[in-house]
T-cell receptor, first 119, second 113 residues
Framework: DGGITQSPKYLFRKEGQNVTLSCEQN?????MYWYRQDPGQGLRLIYY???????QKGDIAEGYSVSREKKESFPLTVTSAQKNPTAFYLC??????????????????FGAGSRLTVL | GESVGLHLPTLSVQEGDNSIINCAYS??????FIWYKQESGKGPQFIID?????DKRQGQRVTVLLNKTVKHLSLQIAATQPGDSAVYFC????????????FGKGTHLIIQP
C-alpha cells in the first residue's frame, strides 16, 4: 500500500540535543511538508519541498532544518536552537503545489506523526 | 493577520444524529477549502474539498457547504457513527497552492452512544 511512514513514533530528547525525524513516502509525490501540531492549535508549516534538492521555509522554520536528497525522503532535524520543541510533528506529501481541480495536487496525505518530548 | 477558525472546540452528538461543524475564514482571497479528520494519535485524513465557484459538495455521508458572502464553511455528517469521533480541521488556501494552506484549530466531535 502506498503511504507515508514517519519514524520514530515517540522520541525523547534532552535539552541541547539535535534529533532527526524520518519521513518516507512511496506515493511518487513531488511535494513534501513538515507541520508542527500543538494542543488546541492548528497545524503550522515548518518547511516544504517541491522538488529534490530544493526546499522553502514555512511559517515557523526557526530551529529546524531539512534536506531533500531523494524524492521519497524528507527528514526533519530539530536543533538545539528550537526553544520549545515538544510537539507532535506531521509529515505530508502531495502530487504538487499548484491547485488544479478538486482533490488534486492540493490534497495532502499525512503520516501518522512523531511525538517529540524534551526532557 | 488572516486566519481560519472554528466556532466550537467540542461538539457532542448522539449516535445516529446528524452533526454540523462550522468554520469561519477571513482571507477573502481563499478559493479552495479542505476538511480533514484526525483520529487520536494519527495523522489527518482528507475528507472532502470544495472550490469557491461551488457552494455545496457531497460525499459519502458528508456534505460541505460554502458561503462566500459571510466567509463560512461547514461540514455536515449524516447519521453519525462511533468511528466519526475525531478532531475535524478546515483548511483554506488562496490560489489553491498546498504550500499556502492555513489550518483551523479543529473541532473535537464526540459521538455519544
Amino acid at each position: 500500500d502506498g503511504g507515508i511512514t514517519q519514524s520514530p513514533k515517540y522520541l525523547f530528547r534532552k535539552e541541547g540535543q539535535n534529533v532527526t525525524l524520518s519521513c518516507e513516502q512511496n506515493l511518487n509525490h513531488d511535494a513534501m511538508y513538515w507541520y508542527r501540531q500543538d494542543p488546541g492549535q492548528g497545524l503550522r508549516l515548518i518547511y516544504y519541498s517541491q522538488i529534490v534538492n530544493d526546499f522553502q521555509k514555512g511559517d515557523i522554520a526557526e530551529g529546524y532544518s531539512v534536506s531533500r536528497e531523494k524524492k521519497e525522503s524528507f527528514p526533519l532535524t530539530v536543533t538545539s536552537a528550537q526553544k520549545n520543541p515538544t510537539a507532535f510533528y506531521l509529515c505530508a506529501s502531495s502530487r504538487g503545489l499548484a491547485g488544479v481541480g478538486l482533490g488534486g495536487a492540493n490534497v495532502l496525505t499525512f503520516g501518522a506523526g512523531s511525538r517529540l518530548t524534551v526532557l | 493577520g488572516e486566519s481560519v477558525g472554528l466556532h466550537l472546540p467540542t461538539l457532542s452528538v448522539q449516535e445516529g444524529d446528524n452533526s454540523i461543524i462550522n468554520c469561519a475564514y477571513s482571507n477573502s482571497a481563499s478559493d479552495y477549502f479542505i476538511w480533514y479528520k484526525q483520529e487520536s494519535g494519527k495523522g489527518p485524513q482528507f475528507i472532502i474539498d470544495i472550490r469557491s465557484n461551488m457552494d455545496k459538495r457531497q460525499g459519502q455521508r458528508v456534505t460541505v457547504l460554502l458561503n462566500k458572502t459571510v466567509k463560512h464553511l461547514s461540514l455536515q455528517i449524516a447519521a453519525t457513527q462511533p468511528g466519526d469521533s475525531a478532531v475535524y480541521f478546515c483548511a483554506e488556501t488562496p490560489g489553491g497552492g498546498a504550500d499556502g494552506l492555513t489550518f483551523g484549530k479543529g473541532t473535537h466531535l464526540i459521538i455519544q452512544p
